[in-house]
Structure formats: structure tokens, C-alpha cells
């Protein structure tokens, strides 16, 4: 029987104009889908894999969009774009890695439409799993992309536990070492996720790859002052320059004085079902010079304890150097 | 209810998964209803009739002592007059058997069901390990019970059956000859052995099979070890083995945690029971204790 592809199932659709209005919506309907930019969404719902019966389009609630100061740091409304990330001059002045981050997800104008927390919030792009495979992941019992004919040149080095997908979010290691917390409305309640602890791994639940649950929204990212106007540094290694997702992307902040690292916070993603801080290269890095020395040991120990699959070896001297130059050219970008 | 659940493979096959968790809510209620309904014939129908097993037991071995006026010197008086002040029922290596499989089967409970109810840690590695102790002590226990222990202890045999049968007869209010009582273990605790020897071999050498397809640092991972649906039998044979643990373990603590019982729970802390207890409980001639 052919597979009827690009056709939108129907579904019930609620536009929302505030978030307790939304709350109110994701209580009474439990079975609800929140769509913020749509371009994870809408792919799911394209492809038949995901059938909501009511989708709650969250675009028009106006207190969920822009940033504002906030306590010395940042306040930036879950359904910011990411062009409004890119542009915004407090962005790119005292937390410029999470600019360059936003910069490099795919295209402007997926950019425009795309949103902060639809990109920390997005799915995998497993093509086994998108595709519509019986997969852990998807409620079955096998991973196809980690069998011996599996392709899986795109898929995670670490982490893996039974599932081997990555985590394809460019934004989520920025976040991750500007120590940013992640705001999730639940009923009446609000809680304040680390950045690093806002995303799960398959050992802790195969199924999702965020803490969020059926009736949760994201309402906000906020960012504490405490890095910025640190040294930065974001690079995105990909197939095609444009409209790619990583095959590995490393962020960085760090703190230098007097050529010697203070502190750093480091992060990769695409190399893992979640974006992964490297403390362990954090820990070696903190009170040694920068120096290519130590930026080729730091890069050693980012790769410790990598366990490719078939065909994605390629990712440890990528990770190993990302992290290598991130070490070394943070401090004189 | 589900009592499975199936998927389709990518040929469009249809395959079996794993059992429906809606069993997990079964064997909860089961365990629940059991608990709730054998409290109630306690309270309601054993004191009615005045025949709980304990009592016929009881009446028994009274009737047996008087009946005998040179009964101190027959066999079995005489093994209940020699019996030490504290018999020895479990060893040390028996009791540690059973403690390290308890924490083990509550660990492996925990860490497979409390994500299911939504309580999410990252469980996996901490089961496959607590299953690795679990297997550990199930061999113990075999090369124990096989080498040391008494294995006819833990037989059914023709008088279990029948003494089973009288009790209950009696539980129920008819008329008819005394239980015998009881070597080592009643009928009900090698019932409840056995139904435990199965689903943890159940669940043993299911999930040593299922290691093959995560990664351990014990095997390389071989998901083509079997088809699809064998595999899918395998976590059938799995989930219905843990689901009937869940069951097996409420009724095993309710059990354990009943006042009458307590001198038997007791036993597997520190080893012993009194010389009373085995005299009102036990027939030496089916079981002399070692010491």
C-alpha cells in the first residue's frame, strides 16, 4: 500500500493568546500538541508518524516572545525566534555564543521562523526514527541504526543506551555553558531546569528527549549574568554550509586572565542523545595556560571513552579538534 | 485490557513487542485483592470455624502427646524432647542468599516499573548490574541447596498434597482426619518456592539474553542474535516473569509482616526458631534439624 506522505492530518486547533490560557488548553486536553515555529511539528505531523487531535499553536501569546533583562542577565521568551537571537544587540554583545549558535541553525528563513525553545525542544533526526521504524525510541525493542548494516554515520559516540540518536540542537550546548535555565510551566507551578538537566538520555527515558511531559510548556530561557562578556567560541561542523544539522558542534566560555584559564564551561552536541558537558575537560582545563599544548590534551580527553558505531569514527578527531580550537582560539576571538 | 503489544516491522510484518504494562496494574491488584481478601477470611471466616491450619496443627500435636503415655520416649516425642532451646531452621549462607536476592529483586522492581509509573532515573545500568547480583545469588543458592541443603525439603510429595487437602477441608468447615504436620516447609512455602524458581529463571535468562542487545562490558552487542519475533518472545518471557514477581513479592510480605508469621520472618534475620515453635509447628520425623 503506498505511503501517503505530505498530506496534514486533521487535528483540532487551538490559538491561544495567553500562557494561562495555553495551561488551561494542555489541562483540558491531555493529549494536546503545543506547535511553536512548526518546523519540527509539522514534519512529525507530514509524515503521519504524529497524530494529535489538538494542537496547540502557541504563536500568538505575545508574553512568551522577546528578551528582556532580567537580574543582571537575560530573559528570552520561549517563542523568540532565532533571528531575533541572532540580531539582538545584548545577545551578541555579552553572550555572543549563543548569536553564533542561533546563526547556525539551518537557514534565514527557517531562522525567522524557528524558535528558541522549538530548537532546544526538537526531536531527533534519527531517519529510522522519523521514519516511522518500531524502534525503542518509538515504543519497540531494537535500535536500527546500531545493527551491523545500520547506516549511522550521523548517530552518537556517546551515551548511547539502547538508542543511538543525537540530540541535533545547535542552541543547546550555547545554553549549556552560559549556565542558562530553562523555565517549564507545569499546572500551576513553574520550574527552573539547568540548561544540561532540561535534556534526558535514553537510560533515563528512550522515549523523549527533554524533561518535558505531555502538558508542559517552556515559557522561557533565562540567562544569569555570570558569563558574560566571557571569551566565546561556537563552531558547527556539517555536511553543507547551509540548511545542515551538526554532525558535531562545540560551545565554549571561558574565563582568562593572564593567559591562564580561570573557569571554563564547555559543551557538544551531536555526539550524544542529549548535548553533553565535557566537565572532564573542564576540570583538566581550569588553572592552565591556553596554549596549543593544552588545547591538544583537552581535546584528547574530550574524545575518552568514545564508542563509535559503524560508520561514525570520523566524529573523534572532529570533536577531538573542535574542542581542540575551541580551547585555543576563544581566548584571542 | 492488553495482554500484549505488537508493532510492525519494516516490511510491514506484523511483530510482538513486549507484554501490555496494563499486566503490571494486573498483578498489583491481584496482589492488592489477595492481601485484602486473606485479611478478611482472617478476621471473618477462620475465627468462625475455629480450624486455621495453626489450630488443627495445634490441636494435633496435643492429641498426639496424650495419646501416648510413654510418648517422651517414642520417636518423635523424643526428637521434640531433644530438640536444642534454639533450632537451627536457616543457615547463614541460606539467609544471606535470601537477603542479597530480596535487595536484588527490589532493586530490579524498582528500577524496571517506577519509570513506567513516571518516576524517571536513569534505571537501565542500575538493572542489568542488580540483575547480575541477582544471578549470582540464584547460582549460590543452587550449588548451596544442591551441595548443603536438603533438596527434599522443598518436594511436593504425595502427603503434601494430601495434608493440604485436609486443610483446607477443614479451613472450610468439613469434617475429616487431622493434617499431619509439616516437615521443613509447608506445602504453601514450596508452592510459593517453586512459583519464585520459575519466574526468576524467567527473568534471569531472559534478561542475560536481553544484555546482548545494549551495551555491557560483559558482551558485544548482537541484536541479530535472534529474529524479531523471538526476540519479542524473549521480552514476553521477561515482562511476564517480572510481572509475576510483583505479584509473588506483595503476597511474600504480607506473609513475612503477619504477626503469627513474625517467628518465621524472624528465623531468616538470625537463623533460628525455638524449641517451641518446632514442636508446635513441625513433625521431626520430616524434619530433624542438622544442630
Known sequence: MAIIRDMMPTFELFQPASVDETMDLLDRYEDSWVLAGGLDSFEWFKERHLRPPTVIDVSGVDELKGVRDRDGGLEIGAMTTLTEIVTDETIRQRFGVLATAAYAVATPQIRNQGTIAGNISQDTRCWYYRGGWPCYRAGGNICYADTPTAMNREHCIFGSSRCVAVNPSDTAPALIVLDAKVVVRRGGSETEYDAEDFFIGPSTDITRMTVLKPGDLVTAVRIPPDWADSAFYFEKARDRQSWDFPLVNVAAAIKVSGGTIQDIRLAANAVAPYPMRLSRVENQLRGQPVNQDVALAAGEVAIQGARPLRHNAYKLPLLRNLVMRAVRDAAVQ | ?291
Open chain 2, 1 to 291: 485490557m492488553d495482554f500484549f503489544q505488537y508493532d510492525s516491522n519494516p516490511w510491514g510484518q506484523e511483530i510482538l513487542v513486549r507484554i501490555s504494562w496494563d499486566l503490571l496494574w494486573a498483578a498489583l491488584i491481584f496482589g492488592v485483592l489477595f492481601v485484602v481478601g486473606h485479611l478478611a477470611m482472617r478476621k471473618l471466616w477462620f475465627p468462625a470455624h475455629g480450624a486455621t491450619a495453626e489450630k488443627a496443627a495445634e490441636a494435633k500435636t496435643a492429641t498426639d502427646d496424650a495419646a501416648s503415655p510413654a510418648g517422651q520416649a517414642g520417636s518423635a516425642a523424643g526428637a521434640k524432647g531433644d530438640a536444642p532451646a534454639r533450632v537451627r531452621r536457616h543457615s547463614l549462607g541460606s539467609r544471606l542468599f535470601h537477603w542479597t536476592m530480596a535487595a536484588a529483586m527490589f532493586v530490579l522492581l524498582i528500577t524496571a516499573f517506577f519509570p513506567l509509573l513516571g518516576i524517571q532515573f536513569p534505571w537501565l545500568t542500575i538493572h542489568w548490574v542488580a540483575g547480575l547480583v541477582l544471578i549470582a545469588s540464584i547460582l549460590f543458592h543452587v550449588v548451596h541447596a544442591t551441595l548443603v541443603m536438603d533438596l527434599k525439603a522443598v518436594w511436593i510429595g504425595p502427603s503434601d498434597v494430601r495434608d493440604s487437602w485436609r486443610r483446607f477441608a477443614r479451613s472450610i468447615g468439613r469434617k475429616g482426619p487431622d493434617p499431619a504436620l509439616p516437615g521443613k516447609y509447608v506445602v504453601e512455602n514450596k508452592l510459593y518456592h517453586h512459583a519464585v524458581t520459575v519466574t526468576g529463571f524467567g527473568v534471569a535468562i531472559t534478561g542475560v539474553l536481553m544484555m546482548f542487545r545494549i551495551d555491557t562490558p560483559l558482551f558485544a552487542r548482537n541484536p541479530y542474535m535472534f529474529a524479531e519475533q523471538t526476540w519479542g518472545w524473549v521480552y514476553v518471557v521477561h515482562g511476564l516473569s517480572a510481572v509475576g514477581l510483583v505479584g509473588l513479592i506483595i503476597t511474600h510480605v504480607y506473609f513475612a509482616i503477619l504477626p503469627e508469621k513474625r517467628w518465621l520472618t524472624w528465623s531468616m534475620i538470625n537463623g533460628w526458631i525455638s524449641r517451641e515453635k518446632y514442636v508446635e509447628h513441625h513433625d521431626p520425623e520430616r524434619w530433624a534439624p542438622r544442630d
